[in-house]
Each structure stands twice: as structure tokens, then as C-alpha cells.
């Protein structure tokens, strides 16, 4: 083929796979579309990318022969060994400069060893966040990607023209830095989203059991909330949701069995923040409360064992929906505080010189946990893009401060009626920690030297310098050096 046409190939044809190809096609840029199974090709060419300039390929070498140079392929498969599988049968048809994109939820270490790979052979990865589900991918997604910092020029043109657009025309795709950084910001990314879906839950839980609202209040409720601070797509599609009916003309929501399921990301992010000691407690209670979710039949057998009172709630209910509107916020400011504070972690042990703010912007629109409140964290980051915890941005330090009378009240109503507010509860005790001048770590660090002889510091001393004391007078006076318990 002397003048191959393609921009850029897209392997895999699932919904993300074909609703990004026609997005591209729908921008001007001419894609390859190659499938594993390649009647699915055909099924493609045939059905939805019917009548465009989108392009078929029915071998890898077809399409690579197919793409213009550099040349660049994009992965939409199942994250692990089917992307290694794919990059394995591509490097004996690329030449030195191709690049390779992987757009699906890769693990960000894994991403780091195909970057540094790649890149040995001359060839540039780049490992890609895409949220916004199927309706994103078609219109206009986040786009994060990281990975060989060289072939940002060559897939720029592609991403910012596909992604979605904010304000001013705003893309929200930018550069995120090397190695697995795009598939790590992802990775928060979804956590956060974890966070942000257990919160909505428990403010619905709060609604209907503790003040006995059925699913069209709620939905009322939820409404009312997206036209002010708490507009997201979330809290939108929560509105929809119970405001949707079944066939019968009841709560379809009600008739949805309550056993959550999740693919993995939130997990990743609660395992890494714990490598980086970052307490991202509220993602980690998010993740939980999943898995506990997910034991139903044990949890229907303990309802009728286990004491506790009842779950209604004696107050006024305009007085509680506005203190769960309130709780719901600033639970929210906390996990966001957390995500942050676990990116800069991994950005200072990873060398990725992280950009906060514009990553607010990728994230403020397209994607899942795209919100208003995004606009104020970007804000916040642009103003001081060395602040250390967005808490204490002016802005976020105010609304804590009006919302905390409310999500105390909340959070001390649920624990004396029996709900489950986990997320709530552990916004609210790390907040209180993170303000607390003097934890009782202390005492802690005592119980270490004492069964362990792991030390401590003093607080009529410098930092850095240890100490063991003989608490029983039978034991040494050597230190731990290399144990610990």
C-alpha cells in the first residue's frame, strides 16, 4: 500500500472499542479497526461503522500495513496478559518510533514494564485512562494518558480532539507524565468514583430506612441536589434512577438485589495507598462495604440474631435531608483530600511531577465522577500547586466548617439508630485526626519498645533521634533494627 490511509488502529471491538473508533471517525481521522475474532470486523463495517471511512483489518500485519508513520495502534482488550499477548504479536511488524497505546484499565506496574520494554526496542508506549463508559467513548471521554513522553505529540491531535470539552472549549486529555502515571490517575480515579457511589448510598439508606422515604422522594431529593454544589453525574443518574419506575408502576431500584460487584481498580487503589502509607480510609471503606455487600445470604441469616435498635430516625426530615446533604459534601471534600494526597505520594516515589490541577480539569468532564465541584478543586490547585492537603484550601476549609454541624448530626444519628454510614463515619474521623494536634500514637509507639524495643522519639528532643527504654528492667538495652512486628 504506497499511501496507507489509517491515523490510527484500534484493536478490539467491544462497545468502548467501536464507540472510540466512530468518535474518531466522527473528528476526520481515518481508523483501522482489527478484532482477535475478526467476524466481528465485518459485523462492525457492516452495522454501525456503516457508511463512514472507517477501515478494516483482518490480520495484524494488514493492519499495521494499513497506518500511516508513525504508526499508531491503540488496545481496547481486557487488561493483563491479553494486552502482553497483542504487544508480543505487534512488535515484529513495527518499526523504531511506532507507538503503541493501551486505553483499558491496565494495572499502572504493568504499564511501567511495557513502557520501559518498548522502549529498549525504539518503539513508544503509552498507557491511556479512559472513562466516561459507553456514552463517553462515543462523545467525548476523560482521557489520561502517561507512558513514553515522545509520543505525546503524535497521539495529542487524536485524544484532544475526541475527549470531551469544558468551558472555553477546555479538553479534558492532557499530558500526565511517564511510566504507568495515565493508568494511575485512572486507577485513583475509579476510587474515588468508588467513594463517591458509597457515599450517595448511604445518604440514600439514611433517607429511606432512617426516615422512611420511598424511592420517588428520594429521587425529588437527589434532583434538588444537582442543581446546586452536589451537581454531578452521579448524584444525576442517582436522581434517574430511583425516580424510574418497573413494568408493575413500582420502584424498579427496590426490586435490584442488594449484592454489589466490582472489577478490581478499587481494590488496586486501596493496596497501593497502603505501599505509600497514605490513609485513604474512606476508598478502602468503600471497597469494604462492597464485600460485605456481596455476603448476603450470611447478612440475612444475622438480621434476626444480632441486636441493635431501630433504624427510624426521630427528627425533622427537612431538618436531616439538608445535615445528609451537608454530610454527603463534605465526605466528599475528605475522599478527594485523600486521592490528592495519595497521587502527590505517588508522583514524589515515582518522579512523575504530577500536574493537580490540570488533572481536576481531565476529570471535570466525560468522565465518571465528573462533578462542578472539580471546577473548585482545579481552582484550588492553580492558586497553590504545592498545597499539601486540599482541605486546607480556603475554599474547602469554609465549606467543612458550614457542613460540619450537619454531618456530626448525621453520623451520631446513625450510630444510635443501627445504619451503616462507613463512609460517612470515616470522613468525619479523618477530618478529626488530620486536625488533631497530638494523636495518641504515643502511648503506641511505647507498646512497640516495650514488647519490641522498635523505639521512639521524643518531644523534648529533635526529630530523628530514637530511644529504647528497659520498661520491665530484665531486658536490654539493644534496639530493633531490622524486626518489626
Known amino acids: 500500500m504506497s499511501n496507507p490511509p489509517g491515523d490510527?488502529?484500534?484493536?478490539?471491538?467491544?462497545?468502548?472499542?467501536?464507540?472510540?473508533?466512530?468518535?474518531?471517525n466522527d473528528h476526520g481521522f481515518t481508523v483501522v479497526a482489527f478484532n482477535r475474532t475478526t467476524s466481528k470486523v465485518d459485523e462492525f463495517l457492516s452495522n454501525e461503522a456503516k457508511g463512514t471511512r472507517i477501515v478494516g483489518a483482518r490480520s495484524i500485519a494488514e493492519m499495521v500495513a494499513s497506518l500511516k508513520r508513525p504508526r499508531r495502534v491503540m488496545l481496547m482488550v481486557k487488561a493483563g496478559?491479553?494486552?502482553?499477548?497483542?504487544i508480543a504479536q505487534l512488535l515484529p511488524h513495527l518499526a523504531p518510533g511506532d507507538i503503541v497505546i493501551d486505553g483499558g484499565n491496565s494495572l499502572f506496574n504493568d504499564t511501567g514494564r511495557r513502557v520501559r520494554e518498548l522502549e529498549a526496542r525504539g518503539l513508544l508506549y503509552v498507557g491511556t485512562g479512559v472513562s466516561g463508559g459507553e456514552e463517553g467513548a462515543r462523545f467525548g471521554p476523560s482521557i489520561m494518558?502517561?507512558?513514553?513522553?515522545a509520543a505525546w505529540p503524535h497521539v495529542r491531535p487524536i485524544f484532544q480532539a475526541i475527549a470531551a470539552k469544558v468551558e472555553g472549549g477546555a479538553a479534558c486529555c492532557d499530558w500526565v507524565g511517564g511510566g504507568g502515571s495515565g493508568h494511575y490517575v485512572k486507577m485513583v480515579h475509579n476510587g474515588i468514583e468508588y467513594g463517591d457511589m458509597q457515599l450517595i448510598c448511604e445518604a440514600y439508606q439514611l433517607m429511606r430506612d432512617g426516615l422512611g422515604m420511598a424511592a420517588p422522594e428520594i429521587a425529588h431529593v437527589f434532583r434538588q441536589w444537582n442543581a446546586g454544589d452536589l451537581d454531578s453525574f452521579l448524584v444525576e443518574i442517582t436522581g434517574n434512577i430511583l425516580g424510574k419506575a418497573d413494568d408493575d408502576g413500582q420502584p424498579l431500584v427496590d426490586k435490584i438485589l442488594d449484592a454489589a460487584g466490582q472489577k478490581g481498580t478499587g481494590k488496586w487503589t486501596v493496596i497501593d495507598s497502603a505501599n505509600l502509607a497514605q490513609p485513604v480510609t474512606l476508598i478502602a471503606e468503600a471497597v469494604f462495604a462492597r464485600c460485605v455487600s456481596a455476603m448476603k445470604a450470611e447478612r440475612v441469616a444475622a438480621a434476626p440474631l444480632l441486636a441493635g435498635p431501630a433504624p427510624r430516625i426521630d427528627a425533622d426530615r427537612a431538618t436531616m435531608v439538608e445535615d445528609i446533604r451537608r454530610a454527603l459534601y463534605a465526605s466528599k471534600i475528605v475522599s478527594y483530600a485523600q486521592g490528592y494526597m495519595l497521587m502527590r505520594a505517588a508522583s514524589q516515589e515515582n518522579g512523575w511531577n504530577l500536574n493537580y490541577g490540570a488533572i481536576a480539569l481531565m476529570w471535570r468532564g466525560g468522565c465518571i465522577i465528573r462533578s462542578r465541584f472539580l471546577g473548585k478543586i482545579k481552582d484550588a490547585f492553580d492558586a497553590d500547586p504545592g498545597l499539601v492537603n486540599l482541605m486546607l484550601d480556603g475554599y474547602f476549609r469554609a465549606e467543612l466548617a458550614q457542613c460540619q454541624e450537619g454531618w456530626r448530626r448525621v453520623v451520631a444519628h446513625a450510630a444510635l439508630h443501627g445504619l451503616p454510614v462507613p463512609a460517612f463515619a470515616t470522613a468525619l474521623s479523618f477530618y478529626d485526626s488530620y486536625r488533631c494536634a497530638r494523636l495518641p500514637a504515643n502511648l503506641l509507639q511505647a507498646q512497640r519498645d516495650y514488647f519490641g524495643a522498635h523505639t521512639y522519639e521524643r518531644v523534648d528532643r529533635p526529630r530523628g533521634q530514637f530511644f529504647h527504654t528497659n520498661w520491665t528492667g530484665?531486658?536490654?538495652?539493644?534496639?530493633?533494627?531490622?524486626y518489626n512486628a
Open 8 to 24: 490510527i488502529a484500534v484493536i478490539g471491538l467491544a462497545v468502548m472499542g467501536q464507540n472510540l473508533i466512530l468518535n474518531m
Open 81 to 86: 496478559a491479553a494486552v502482553d499477548e497483542f
Open 145 to 149: 494518558p502517561g507512558g513514553s513522553c
Open 474 to 482: 530484665t531486658g536490654g538495652r539493644v534496639s530493633s533494627s531490622t
